[in-house]
T-cell receptor, first 115, second 118 residues
Framework: AQKITQTQPGMFVQEKEAVTLDCTYD???????LFWYKQPSSGEMIFLIY??????QNATEGRYSLNFQKARKSANLVISASQLGDSAMYFC????????????FGAGTRLFVKA | GAVVSQHPSRVICKSGTSVKIECRSLDFQATTMFWYRQFPKQSLMLMAT?????????EQGVEKDKFLINHASLTLSTLTVTSAHPEDSSFYIC??????????????FGPGTRLTVT
């Protein structure tokens, strides 16, 4: 069975600093996708970044980068130059690419950016 | 980018009544739509996978007779919470996959529906 684990319920970061949000996963499928989503208080799910299981390079999207360590089954999100608007809930998610393409989510990490 | 809408955004209903939530893909066709449920300060839990023209596939522990899902067209899926009870109060989010999408992350989320059962 697939599983996503986020062990940091809450994280604080100083504005303009970088922060790493941890995510580990477990799956026996060779093909899968890893995602990070941001959920502000409004509730909408905002896509941040994607990493495919066969991608050789770590994904980057602006201030977001995904530190993909396949052997360790980790997919940590790095946010550089944090901004006050980055304060939100962050979810790591994994999609099963061999079956019904279901996406499951980790428990989430609430990020607080301090001025 | 692709847009998924949900209606209503908020609904309050009395215990024992049924409420329908619509999920629409506005500018693309979706063969598959997913329904999630999110309790306050918790993660999204997948309830069911809805495929156009066929029966929904429910996750373990989700009552299919209580949460009726209909995916009648490539742009519309509905979730009906039947005989709602206060414990059904939650944030319901749908997502849709783009039939013709070439993006690797072609799953798009709706804005969610907050259901309160009194």
């Amino acid at each position: 069975a697939q599983k996503i684990t986020q062990t940091q319920p809450g994280m604080f970061v100083q504005e303009k600093e970088a922060v790493t949000l941890d995510c580990t996963y477990d799956t026996s499928d060779p093909s899968y996708g890893l995602f990070w989503y941001k959920q502000p208080s409004s509730g909408e799910m905002i896509f941040l970044i994607y990493q495919g299981s066969y991608d050789q390079q770590n994904a980057t999207e602006g201030r977001y980068s995904l530190n993909f360590q396949k052997a360790r089954k980790s997919a940590n999100l790095v946010i550089s130059a944090s901004q006050l608007g980055d304060s939100a809930m962050y979810f790591c998610a994994m999609r099963d690419d061999t079956g019904g393409f279901k996406t499951i989510f980790g428990a989430g990490t609430r990020l607080f950016v301090k001025a | 980018g692709a847009v998924v809408s949900q209606h209503p955004s908020r609904v309050i209903c009395k215990s024992g009544t049924s409420v329908k939530i619509e999920c629409r893909s506005l500018d693309f066709q979706a063969t598959t739509m997913f329904w999630y449920r999110q309790f306050p300060k918790q993660s999204l839990m997948l309830m069911a996978t809805s495929n156009e023209g066929s029966k929904a596939t429910y996750e373990q522990g989700v009552e299919k007779d209580k949460f009726l899902i209909n995916h009648a067209s490539l742009t519309l899926s509905t979730l009906t919470v039947t005989s709602a009870h206060p414990e059904d109060s939650s944030f319901y989010i749908c997502s849709a996959r783009d039939l013709a999408g070439t993006d690797l992350y072609e799953q798009y989320f709706g804005p969610g529906t907050r259901l309160t059962v009194t």
